[in-house]
């Protein structure tokens, strides 16, 4: 039965989790409006919307109801358009356990990695949004706008050496999902979405490139969200902090 109440998708542009569910709604034919939120103030603009402590981006709005966080709505929509599953028969508890593990680990992984580029190489910044390389007056707001994020998401530069580490086995780790046919398959699964729209963030950062070449997590990103460009050039991280898989 097709959702016949106003479906808005409040977002941030470079989110991958927004990006997710965004790639949900349209594999599931669902009519939707996507709202980019003003940075900065989406945090207080998302508490007011969707209730005290939910600052983050993705929120979904289908008429007067109000579903955030992007595993949340994956599951929402599924009960309200179950044609066409995320969640597919005989294997719709592993493909679960595989989403929340993208939502949440891999997810904060995405951030902190992507945002670490980006502190050494500020001028990259407005790639994200489809801008060329900044200025100096624009790298400037840049450093500063950086430093506020590696705030707001507790990024160290420990923490992104250490996530560097354990990229390779990440992706052997999703290369398991595809063998026991939770991803990589006929049909997109809300694992797929949720590992996909998370491994095209980071695999725009040139020194993780490599780790993804011919692995399933960089067909599951390129299949569902489209090719992947480079943002921020090889050479961000010391050369010692990268690994590549063996």
């Known amino acids: 039965m097709p959702i016949t109440e106003k479906v808005t998708l409040h977002a941030l542009p470079p989110s991958h ?5 965004g790639a949900a709604l349209e594999y599931k ?7 980019d939120l003003p940075y900065g103030e989406h945090i207080g603009m998302m508490e007011e919307m969707y209730g005290e402590g939910k ?10 109801e109000r579903v955030h966080g992007s595993t949340n709505i994956f599951q929402r929509i599924e009960e309200l358009s179950p044609e066409k599953p995320l969640y597919p ?5 592993e493909v679960r356990e595989a989403e929340l593990w993208a939502a949440g680990d891999l997810q904060d992984f995405g951030r902190r990695v992507c945002w670490g580029a980006l502190y050494f190489r500020p001028e990259c910044l407005g790639r994200m949004n489809g ?27 420990e923490k992104v050496a250490e996530d560097l580490g354990r990229l390779p086995g990440m992706v052997d780790q999703i290369d398991g999902f595809a063998e026991a046919g939770l991803v990589d ?3 997109p699964t809300a694992a797929d979405l949720q590992i996909g729209s998370t491994v095209w963030t980071l695999a725009t950062v040139g020194d993780v490139r490599p780790v993804f070449e011919g692995s399933a997590a960089a067909r599951v990103a390129e299949r569902y969200f489209g090719e992947i460009p480079e943002l921020v050039p090889a050479g961000a991280f010391p050369a010692r902090w990268v690994k590549l898989r063996a």
């Open 17 to 21: 989790p927004c990006k997710a569910v």
């Open 29 to 35: 034919e669902i009519e939707y409006e996507w709202v």
């Open 55 to 64: 600052t983050r981006v993705p929120g979904l709005t289908i008429g007067e």
């Open 89 to 93: 028969e005989g294997v719709a508890d």
């Open 131 to 157: 801008i060329d390389e900044l200025d100096p007056a624009g790298t400037d707001f840049a450093m500063k706008f950086i430093r506020s994020t590696w705030k707001y998401h507790n990024v160290t530069c």
């Open 185 to 187: 398959g006929e049909n």
